[in-house]
């Protein structure tokens, strides 16, 4: 059963086509990755599914619902009751504590409540540092505190933008043990990637190149290396190799 | 969480909230200045200009007619010539009026001719420090000493109970030679009285030609026991306004509600209204060049007040507006963030506001106590003596702070409203 559809969505921007007629599909309890260069409009791709974008054509119908056809508003309540997003610059609010920043999406989605939120973090093993402010966690803990804050409503689908991102291999590990743990337990996931290794730990990867859909490939019908060298003949990936980090 | 958050924004963000809150202590203390001198100047100035003499005139009616008639402003030649008096026993129920702790001194005249050294001359009896006991029990004292402070008098002031003294106008103590201490000798159809020159009064008017003697020397002279010719009054009043320029026309023309509004406020011409009520025959007028005077001042002060007050509330929304902004973009990721994570408009406004309007009461207490220090120092440098504190100040400084916060608010809101959460998460 499908819990997202992508039908023919372009999105442009002035004169530029970001997106250009992609579609595709994640069905209940899937893992997927949505790879691409920068510029190929995987952000925008996940902006959109997020309900913080709206397309220019096509549809997205979320769990029965088609986003592009709601109101400002109802596109606010999909998103603080169907999604869970996590970013790659964390976006935790500075001045609160990591449990007070769990608890800012309970507030805005219905009641704010501690033990659950400490739960949360203890969860993604943040427990003990529940009481630091964002400034005083590594950029692997700010992480595990934002993954914490997206599963904290119980989403539909979660929504990653790079997760991996500014992480170093340890806590890219820990954050990947996470998503597994996350998906044997049911949950819907859609990370933006251009690591192949992450892409290579979901079910299926979508391949964006300059706004376009390049392929959809099934990872789990192909060994990793195969599926490694389908990203770098023909997703161009190749030229980009193991991705550069950023901190 | 709500407040953890307004906590948390207030305290990240102290110097952008505290320059908030000094421009709006800024905004509330100049208003809260300006209005507590706007409200206290009307009783300031009145008092300056108490100074400047009485500003309700009480005539008999009949001589009030034909001062009307010939437009003489003083009706005394007319009270002589028409044989009407008022009543000196009566003069104590102008204290038993609704607006007595309003009438600050008031001097009762009786005028009558005497013959000096072959010469006819004005003579006029009054009170010159006279304690008067009221219908109430209590006693007043009131007279010519505290209402014609312009006078220039050489020797002393006469004392009610000298009825053989005299004070002598300059123009007629320099034609006939009177000096201080000399002893005159006035001509009346009774027969002659002696008076000791106490005092020459230069005044600048008619009264330069005149003898001042005390009311029972005057009546007894004339033979008139309990009359009065005319009743100066000094009063603190509220300017006139147009209900106070109907009502002096013809009190009976109002409503009922209008009737009562003017009665209770203490315009000259309703106290002048009330005068009439308690003094038999008389007409109340009020002294047309001293009232406009006021009404004229105080327009234009209160005025000058309320621009000051309006243009430094403008200043301050425009501070507010900008700091606002400023505070709202730097805050754009976190305010994209909450949108993202479900949060309303609505409720990421409320929350922006409740900052804004918390360091605002913050501001606005502070504003409001530096704004009576202001007022203080505008009262001593200018009038000379304390502002009194109106407590209605403090709800009108009150809505406009909170006004001022709000329109000052409205910039940021807009642009807090227009912000998409991908174009602050992700660039977009």
Not at chain 1, 76 to 95: A, C, E, M, P
Not at chain 1, 125 to 145: T, V
Not at chain 2, 8 to 25: D, E, H, N, P, Y
Not at chain 2, 243 to 254: F, G
Request: glycine fraction near 8%; proline fraction near 3%; aromatic fraction near 6%.
């Amino acid at each position: 059963m499908n819990l997202l559809e992508v039908k023919n969505v372009s999105k442009i921007y002035g004169g530029l086509k970001a997106l250009d007629d992609v579609s595709f599909d994640v069905k209940k309890g899937e893992w997927v990755a949505i790879m691409g260069p920068s510029g190929s409009g995987k952000s925008t791709i996940m902006n959109i599914i997020g309900g913080m974008d709206t397309a220019s054509e096509g549809t997205v119908i979320l769990d029965g619902t088609d986003i592009t056809k709601v109101s400002d508003r109802a596109l606010t309540n999909i998103r603080r009751d169907k999604i869970g997003l996590i970013f790659q610059q964390f976006h935790l609010i500075n001045y609160l504590t990591a449990v007070e920043n769990v608890m800012v999406a309970q507030y805005y989605h219905s009641m704010p409540d501690e033990d659950e939120a400490l739960a949360a973090l203890e969860r993604v093993g943040l427990k003990e540092r529940a009481r630091h402010l964002p400034s005083q966690l590594s950029g692997g803990e700010q992480q595990r505190c934002c993954i914490a804050r997206a599963l904290i409503n119980l989403p539909s689908l979660i929504l990653a933008d790079e997760p991996t991102g500014n992480l170093d291999e340890k806590n890219e590990s820990i954050v990947l043990d996470i998503f597994k743990q996350l998906h044997n337990e049911g949950a819907t996931l859609i990370v933006v990637t251009h690591d192949i290794e992450v892409a290579e730990q979901a079910q299926r990867t979508i391949v964006l190149e300059h706004g376009r859909l390049a392929k959809i490939v099934d990872n789990t019908a192909h060994k990793n290396e195969n599926a490694r060298s389908d990203f770098g003949d023909q997703s161009g990936l190749g030229a980009y190799g193991k991705p550069k980090r950023t901190s | 969480m709500f407040w953890r958050m307004v906590r948390g924004t207030i305290f990240r963000q102290f110097s952008k909230m505290l320059m908030i809150a000094v421009t709006i202590a800024l905004g509330a203390s100049l208003a809260t200045a300006m209005l507590n001198v706007m409200f206290d100047v009307g009783d300031k100035v009145n008092q300056e200009l108490k100074t400047y003499g009485a500003n309700i005139t009480v005539l008999p009616k009949t001589s009030s007619l034909i001062s009307d008639l010939y437009e003489t402003e003083d009706g005394s030649d007319g009270a002589q010539d028409t044989g009407q008096y008022l009543k000196e026993s009566e003069l104590g129920k102008i204290k038993t009026i609704f607006w007595a702790y309003n009438i600050v001194d008031y001097a009762p005249y009786f005028n009558t001719n005497v013959t000096l050294a072959g010469k006819e001359v004005p003579l006029t009896g009054t009170w010159f420090s006279y304690t008067l006991d009221l219908p109430t029990g209590e006693s007043v004292t009131s007279g010519i000493n505290n209402m014609k402070t312009w006078w220039d008098v050489e020797g002393e002031w006469l004392t009610d109970a000298e009825e053989d003294t005299a004070m002598v106008g300059s123009t007629l103590a320099e034609s006939a030679g009177i000096k201080v201490g000399d002893t005159i000798s006035v001509e009346v159809a009774a027969g002659n009285r002696d008076f000791t020159v106490k005092a020459v009064f230069v005044s600048g008017d008619e009264s330069d030609d005149a003898i001042y003697v005390p009311l029972a020397a005057a009546q007894a002279l004339a033979g008139k026991e309990d009359a009065v010719s005319s009743i100066d009054v000094s009063a603190l009043t509220t300017p006139d306004n147009d209900l106070a320029r109907r009502a002096a026309k013809d009190p009976s023309s109002l409503s009922v509600k209008d009737m009562e509004t003017w009665y209770c406020t203490a315009y000259v011409s309703s106290i002048a209204y009330q005068i009439e009520e308690v003094i038999t025959d008389s007409v109340a007028k009020s002294v047309r060049q001293v009232s406009e005077s006021e009404g004229a001042i105080l327009d234009k002060t209160q005025l000058l007040m309320l621009l000051i007050t309006i243009l430094s509330l403008i200043g301050s929304a425009l501070g507010i507006s900008n700091l606002v902004t400023a505070s709202v973009m730097e805050r754009s990721k976190e305010i994209g963030l909450i949108k993202a994570l479900g949060g309303k408009n609505g409720a990421i406004s409320w929350l922006v506001l409740t900052e804004i309007l918390l360091t605002a009461l913050v501001g606005g207490v502070g504003g409001y106590f530096a704004g009576i220090g202001f007022a203080q120092i505008i009262g001593h440098t200018v009038f000379g003596s304390a502002i009194s504190v109106k407590p209605m100040v403090i709800p009108m400084v009150a809505v406009m702070v909170f006004a001022v916060t709000m329109i000052g608010s409205i910039p940021s809101i807009r642009l807090l409203l227009r912000l998409r959460p991908a174009e602050v998460l992700h660039g977009r």
